[in-house]
Every structure is written in C-alpha cells, then in structure tokens.
Nanobody, 124 residues
Framework: QLQLVESGGELVQPGGSLRLSCAAS????????IGWFRQAPGKEREWVSC????????YYADSMKGRFTITKDRAKNTVYLQMNSLRPEDTGVYSC?????????????????WGQGTQVTVSS
C-alpha cells in the first residue's frame, strides 16, 4: 500500500521553527517529486514547496523563500520541510503529496498520493 505520513506539526510562537516530515511507505521517493501544500481555515489550498525526484531541484512559493527548506533523505525515504521565522499566517494544515513527474503543478491536481496532513499553529 502506497502511503505518505506527515508529522511534526505543533503549536509554535511567532519567530519559531518547526521541521515537518513526510515519510513514504510502499514506494520509493526516488521515483516521485514531493510537494508540500497547506490550507488555512476558510482559505484555498496553497502550494508551499516541492523537491524533484532526484532531490537535485527545489522550489518554493515566494513567501517561503529564505525561510523554508525542503530536503530529501533517501535512506529514510522521507522528505523534510524545515520552517524558520514562522509567522501567524503560516498557520494551517500542511500536507505532502507525491507525483510521478516534475514539480510544475502548484495546484495539486496532478498529485496522485496525499498524506493526511499535520497541523501547524503559529501563535503567541
């Protein structure tokens, strides 16, 4: 069974950091690009970042550049999203998704596999 499981979300103060994990089972991330998306209450899903299947290319939404870093650990078959300088507007459910293609889809409609999401709350 192909599965993605996110973890690492929690309540953090503004300016703080979190590292989210996206662990894959049933398939190897070597064959998939992995994207991170988030959704805040009452808002549409928003693309956050993506890492290519090789791990050699990474992409970020403009508001995340310089604050977020996406990496892939092939040995652990896991993708990480390091989030620094967190802001209240970063609050939302963060989900990872896999696609057997490149990182061009920022809407998420082409991603075939989704995790259940992990809640990130940035608040004092």
């Amino acid at each position: 069974q192909l599965q993605l499981v996110e973890s690492g979300g929690e309540l953090v103060q503004p300016g703080g950091s979190l590292r989210l994990s996206c662990a894959a089972s049933g398939f190897t991330l070597d064959d998939y690009a992995i994207g991170w998306f988030r959704q805040a209450p009452g808002k549409e899903r928003e693309w956050v970042s993506c890492i290519s299947s090789s791990g050699g290319s990474t992409y970020y939404a403009d508001s995340m550049k310089g604050r977020f870093t996406i990496t892939k650990d092939r040995a652990k078959n896991t993708v990480y999203l390091q989030m620094n300088s967190l802001r209240p507007e970063d609050t939302g459910v963060y989900s990872c998704a896999g696609i057997e293609a490149g990182c061009g889809d920022v809407l998420g409609s082409s991603y075939g596999y989704w995790g259940q999401g992990t809640q990130v709350t940035v608040s004092s």
